[in-house]
C-alpha cells in the first residue's frame, strides 16, 4: 500500500493551522471533535478517525491513516457497525482531496470488503450493507467522472 507520509506527531490543530478554541456546544459530536483535533495523529482511535470523516474534518490528513487501518480489517467499525470506517472513508475519497495512489488503495480496498462482506451474517448484510454499498456506487461515480 502507497500512502503518503503523514507527520503522526502532529495534532489536526497544528497540520491545519487552526485552533478552535473552547467546546461551546454541549454534544458528544463537538466535543469529541474539538478533543481530538488537540490529540497527535497517531493517539487517534478507529472511532475519532471514523467521526471526524464523517464530519469531513481533517479529511487530507486521515484519509490515508485510515487506509492504512482498513488495510489489516477492511470491515473496521469505530463504534458503530462492521465497515462504517470504509463507508465514511468512501464518502469523502475524491480526487481533490486524496492523491491518485490512495484512490487507487481504496479500490482495491473496496474489492477486499467485498470477500469480507459476503461472509458476515444475513442480519449485517440486511442492515449495513445497504450503506456501504451506496457509498461504493457514489464512490465509483465519482472515480468515473475524474478518469
Given amino acids: 500500500m502507497r500512502l503518503v507520509s503523514i507527520e503522526s506527531d502532529k495534532t489536526l490543530e497544528e497540520l491545519e493551522g487552526e485552533d478552535w478554541g473552547e467546546q461551546r456546544f454541549p454534544s458528544y459530536v463537538v466535543t469529541t471533535c474539538v478533543q481530538m483535533r488537540r490529540k497527535p495523529l497517531r493517539e487517534l482511535s478507529d472511532e475519532e478517525i471514523r467521526l471526524a470523516l464523517g464530519q469531513q474534518m481533517g479529511v487530507r ?55 469480507a ?19 461504493i456506487e457514489q464512490y465509483q461515480t465519482r472515480r468515473k467522472r475524474h478518469e
Fill in 117 to 135: 462482506a459476503a461472509e458476515m451474517d444475513q442480519v449485517w448484510r440486511e442492515e449495513c450493507l445497504p450503506a456501504i454499498a451506496s457509498a
Fill in 61 to 115: 490528513f486521515l484519509l490515508p491513516i485510515a487506509l492504512q487501518r482498513l488495510q489489516s480489517d477492511p470491515l473496521v467499525r469505530g463504534d458503530m457497525y462492521e465497515g462504517a470506517l470504509l463507508k465514511n472513508v468512501l464518502d469523502v475519497a475524491t480526487p481533490a482531496v486524496a492523491t491518485e495512489d490512495c484512490l487507487a488503495d481504496l479500490d482495491r480496498m473496496v474489492e477486499r470488503f467485498e470477500h
